[in-house]
């Protein structure tokens, strides 16, 4: 964008950034809702007759939505989102196939490395995010800013 905006450009950027701003409340309310349906549809499932692969099933997609909400939340207060959080739901959604959906007997060695593959890529990436934010923590201790980041 240029260095000066016209004040129609302006109008228009700050009218576009609202209805963003609207349409990711929206999800944040519609996520948080299918949770609440989830762990409804769990505890009248454990009540008609427990099967432990679905509880566990349904354990691990509770978690996995109330990721995605810790992110739009985020997003809502901080319009930024850290990559460590968008690793963690990928590291829980391969768990979830891994022990829950996926029958092992079936998998085949080039999916269990290209699972291999990828947990090890998020891995490497969710602790050079913990290392660059524990660095930026001690840079603003070393200052004395008592503010946080």
């Given amino acids: 964008m240029r260095e000066n905006p016209t004040v129609l450009e302006k109008l228009a950027l700050g009218w576009l950034s609202v209805t963003f701003d609207f349409v990711v409340i929206a999800l944040g309310i519609f996520t948080m809702l299918y949770v609440i349906k989830l762990i409804i549809d769990l505890a009248l499932q454990s009540l008609h007759g427990f099967s432990p692969?679905?509880?566990?099933?349904?354990?691990?997609?509770?978690?996995?939505?109330?990721?995605?909400?810790?992110?739009?939340?985020?997003?809502?207060?901080?319009?930024?989102?850290?990559?460590?959080?968008?690793?963690e739901i990928g590291v829980l959604v391969i768990v979830k196939e891994l022990i829950v959906a996926i029958d092992l007997k079936e998998l085949g060695w080039q999916m269990l490395i290209g699972m291999s593959a990828m947990v090890a890529v998020m891995g490497w990436i969710y602790t050079r995010e913990r290392k660059r934010e524990d660095e930026h923590e001690r840079f603003l201790a070393d200052r004395g800013d008592n503010s946080g980041g």
Wanted: net charge negative; aromatic share 12%.
């Fill in 53 to 87: 692969e679905d509880a566990l099933h349904g354990i691990v997609l509770i978690l996995i939505f109330l990721e995605i909400f810790e992110i739009i939340a985020m997003y809502i207060i901080y319009h930024h989102v850290p990559m460590k959080n968008i690793v």
